[in-house]
């Protein structure tokens, strides 16, 4: 069961300071049918939702109230069939979900879920529509085994238009005796900077080049149509820690014959997600900048496994990218390999890529708008060709001037 959160009883005695200070934490606890704990969690929560109203597009924020509860859909999940995951409801069938995995050495929550309703009106005034939304996304919350993570900053989760951020959390999957470990994994955002400055890391080793990755069309259709057609070459440049301590640089083509291609299409955010068959999950987030009507590639997020690794599971994302920009209504092209950097772990290499966003007509790419890369390959030929036309002309010149002198004649004396 799920012990309430405590607010701060000093607030209490001093409520204009309520507004502003966010000291509302809970614990929740899963058991299994043995009454063991396999999960225990203590945070606060604030989350921001961007939806759809009736005058407009509106970014509404709320925190995870004292009352929230742990449903008893949580689970301690089943060895080889299923993962453990904590639940919590609140307000009006609003569901916060926390999937976890591990590996020998680790445990992460490897996905994260929000469920919210639309029909409440109390959090989401004058929406345009009473539908259930279901957002998700991969996390960088992890911690090895036998230790709590712990994270006093916040750590905010980005899932599409919903941002959740987690303050003062402390978190422990796969516990042994019920209880939080003495031992913590710190989140990066904490720190502190270590006393004495590192050893420097192996030189990455890089890996065989393979070829340059098949290019693949991919669309995404909506309620009111196509919202976003592009072809591309996709390819990911990762640098990971192996088993014996070496760090590796590789790169891995995705093939589109063995990738399934979703996507959803929203306001002011479009979604192309790409899944393998061995799991691998690329998404690519699509926002839309509406005072200057220009879309852009505004995220990526990386869900792979690395056999070799130290950490098999490997994650990464970025969620405050401009990359890929064009006009609304126009398509972005370019010829010229992109390298797209997502984190110091993760670039997406991008091959002849020709995309457009949010306004599309049917099936056909509008307008190109071409890329730097390409206008300045253009202009080498043509300073190379100006430069031989110049040429050739001072030579015409200096040998029409030449012939004329030679046939002066003798001058008077």
């Known amino acids: 069961a799920a012990a309430p959160g ?87 069938e609003h569901m916060l979900t926390l999937k976890f995995t591990r590996n020998a050495t680790r445990y992460s929550v490897q996905l994260m879920s929000f469920v919210y309703n639309l029909s409440d009106t109390h959090l989401f005034p004058n929406a345009s529509s009473n539908e259930t939304k279901t957002v998700e996304s991969i996390t960088d919350i992890r911690a090895d085994i036998d230790k709590k993570y712990r994270c006093v900053s916040g750590t905010q989760v980005h899932m599409s238009n919903v941002t959740v951020t987690l303050r ?50 991919y669309s995404v259709n909506g309620t009111n149509g196509t919202c976003l057609l592009a072809s591309m070459g996709l390819q990911l440049n ?15 083509n995705i093939n589109p014959n063995k990738t399934l291609a979703t996507g959803s299409c929203g306001t002011h955010l479009v979604t192309l997600e790409l899944r393998d068959e061995g799991g691998t999950v690329l998404l690519f987030q699509f926002g839309m900048n509406a005072s200057s009507s220009r879309f852009f ?15 098999p599971t490997f994650k990464a994302s970025n969620n405050s990218l401009r990359a890929l920009q064009a006009t609304v209504g126009n398509s972005y092209r370019c010829n010229a390999e992109e390298r797209v950097r997502v984190t110091k772990a993760l670039s997406v290499n991008i091959f002849k890529v020709w995309v457009q966003a949010f306004k599309v007509d049917g099936d056909q790419f509008g307008s190109v708008e071409e890329c730097l890369l390409d206008e300045n390959n253009m202009l080498i030929p043509i300073a190379v060709g100006g430069a031989l036309a110049g040429l050739v002309l001072i030579v015409l010149i200096a040998y029409l001037v030449g012939r004329k002198r030679s046939h002066a004649g003798y001058q008077t004396i």
């Open 297 to 311: 590639l505004q995220g990526i997020q990386l869900n792979t496994t690395l056999p070799d690794a130290r950490d």
């Open 238 to 252: 990762l640098t990971y820690e192996r088993k014996d301590n070496t760090t590796v640089t590789k790169l891995l």
């Open 6 to 92: 405590l607010i701060c009883d000093g607030l209490r005695l001093f409520p204009a300071l309520t507004g502003l200070l966010h000291c509302a934490s809970s614990v929740f606890v899963v058991k299994n049918s043995n009454g063991t704990a396999c999960i225990m969690a203590n945070f606060s929560a604030a989350f921001s939702v961007n939806y759809d109203s009736r005058s407009g597009s509106k970014n509404v924020t709320f925190d995870l109230p004292s009352d929230a509860e742990m449903l008893n859909s949580s689970s301690c999940g089943k060895e080889n069939t299923s993962d453990p995951s904590l639940v919590i409801g609140f307000g009006k």
């Open 168 to 217: 003062d959390a402390t978190i422990q999957a796969y516990l042994s005796n019920s209880s939080f470990s003495r031992g913590e994994t710190r989140c990066e955002q904490d720190g502190p900077s270590p006393t004495t400055a590192p050893p420097a890391p192996p030189s990455p080793s890089p890996s065989p080049m393979p070829e340059s990755p098949s290019v693949n069309k």
